[in-house]
């Protein structure tokens, strides 16, 4: 090929591409396939390397398209992954080989058994280094998958639910080396419990593995001794993942959301978990509990761990001060970046990451202590659920999931080159190239087209997360006791004459055809009522206000805008539940004219027309009407619309 046909086909240095070529069997058969890598430059190179140190290998590479397409890929977009192919090129058959589930891979990788209860003791040969080396094989594997699949950002779910599956059963693995020199007969129950983003099944390549431990006595009963030797299981599963070893570290295991941080003690107990988040435990510490999951070691004691969390998750938005806790975590994380390179911060700046996942997890934490079906771990489970209960709206819902895919599937793509943990997007346009080319080379085939991208898709973040984060209803629904957010007759009947309803089972009929039926009216309206009961009860009549936000909402609660209006808007419910129950005019009024219910969210559209405006408006109103009683009728609308 020349030169020129090799630039065209992603070769920034063509005359070295063509020579680089000829050193390959069948070259021309390897140039659309390193022309859809990353970084076709890098992987042509790395093939030549990996010719050298095994002729065969790439001799069968030159015949086998399928192969030879998922090894360019890796060489392209991983120079790390590509280097320890080349060290040991029999490496290269994992990424064609499909491995097997992961705990079979790893287990037989250190030879453990099972001993009972869960528990699963390493052979007396295996080590560290064939712990890690499994790993890879299946990393391999998986990251060939990913990068030769047709959307990133559609398989970045999988890919980190993959990775997650690998590491739960990576640390089983690392559990039974540890096992075998600590404790071979299991007498000790242990269990390894996961967090953050370990927990929630959404793993980056490389990510500190966020966990907790939990033990309790065995058979003998001694409590203090089954924590000394829980707590050197954990030492040791930890450094047989990060430790010293031929193989290199794969990740650190990291314990810091434990009780009291790096100050608390390593493993505990159930008993001594629950008396810690009874008496210290800082707000963030539940929300950090949103994700915990039994990953590894003693499933039973695993899952009560989960389950004796749970109420505490889902009560701790109750907690006084919890959502604006919550706000100035964010507002903390955001500027705890160093301004050197805030703009380039993709998981913790403006419209990164944590803008999607702060906002997500606090309308989990507000909303799911009475809705089960926000109780889920991943971020794009509950972006989906918050979508479909009608918390926020279904374009918004869309758009979040659309834009958080594409950052993981981006952050990915950025870790990749050296397999270490990065979260800044690049500053150098030959690594914004590879990374595009890396996402999609048709997409995004240089650096402008992927920065434009990533810029548009922060700016959409932080419009979304400004708009949703900070919505005044869900810091009122946070504030509502646990009584009083049932809009069940038996406990809200007691509650709605306790706030000043002189009827409350004409209110509880209200109620109940606001919120009867499976529609998504219905549902918005089971959301919004608890804080607009409320909001009701402070004005003059509670009864005619709720009746009349009744006969309002059966008038144009089937808009598109009205209820999504209320919901989102940070003036408008306020202001419309002020007014209902001091005015029945009001309400007839708003009612004949819906659109009056969006001025409330405009404070330009409350404000007094001048006179003279009036006037010209008036003047020409008359004007174009010949008929007198037409042009009186569009006055008096006029008078209608002012006097709203």
Known sequence: MTPEELRVAGFLDARRAQAFLEELPRGESWVADLSASADPDQALLQAVRLREA?????????????????????????????????????????????????????????????????????????????LRAAYRRVLLHLAADDLTSASPEDMMPIVGERIAALVDATLDAALALARRD????????????AMGKTGARELNYISDVDVVYVAEAGADGDERSALEIATRLASATASACSGPGSEAPLWTVDANLRPEGRNGVLVRTIESYRQYWDKWAQTWEFQALLKARACAGDPRLGMAFEEAAQPYVWSASAREGFVEAARAMRR??????????????????????????????????????????????????????????????????DQLASCYRFLRAVEHRTQLPRMRRNHLIPDKDRDLRVLGRA?????????????????????????????????????????????????????????LAAIGYRDPAGALTHIAALTQGTSRRAAIQRHLLPVFISWLAGGADPDMGLLNFRILSEDIGDSHWYLALLRDSGVAARRLMTM?????????????????????????????????RLTREVAALIDRHDDATEAAARVRAVRTRELT
């Open 580 to 612: 209902l129950p001091n005015s029945r005019w009001i309400a007839e009024a708003l009612a004949k004219r819906p659109e009056a219910v969006a001025w409330l969210d405009d404070d330009s559209e409350l404000a007094p027309r001048p006179p003279e």
């Open 54 to 130: 095994d002729p065969g290998l790439v001799e069968t590479l030159s015949t086998d398209e399928h192969a030879r397409r998922r090894v360019c890929a890796i060489l392209g977009a991983s120079q790390w992954l590509g280097d320890y192919v080349i060290a040991q090129p029999s490496r290269a058959a994992a990424m064609n080989e499909k491995p097997g589930e992961p705990r079979d891979v790893l287990y037989e990788a250190v030879g453990a058994h099972s001993i009972g209860g869960g528990a699963w003791v390493a052979a007396p040969e295996a080590s560290v280094d064939d």
């Open 332 to 397: 903390r994380v955001e500027d705890n970046i160093s301004r050197s390179h805030a703009s380039r911060e993709l998981k913790l700046g403006r419209g990164g990451l944590r803008d999607v996942e702060f906002t997500v997890q606090l309308l989990q934490l507000v909303h799911g202590r009475t809705d089960v079906f926000l109780r889920v771990r991943s971020t794009l489970e509950a972006i989906e659920a918050l979508r479909e209960g009608g918390y926020i709206a279904r374009s918004d819902a």
């Open 439 to 495: 996402m999609d080379p048709a997409r995004y085939p240089d650096a402008d087209s992927i920065r434009a991208a990533i810029d548009e898709v922060r700016a959409s973040v932080r419009a979304l997360h400004e708009d949703v984060f900070y919505r005044p209803i869900v810091a009122a629904t946070a504030q509502l006791r646990e009584d009083e957010t049932s809009l069940h007759a038996e406990g809200a009947r007691d509650r």
């Open 182 to 193: 600590i404790d071979p007969e299991a007498r000790v129950p242990f269990a390894i419990i």
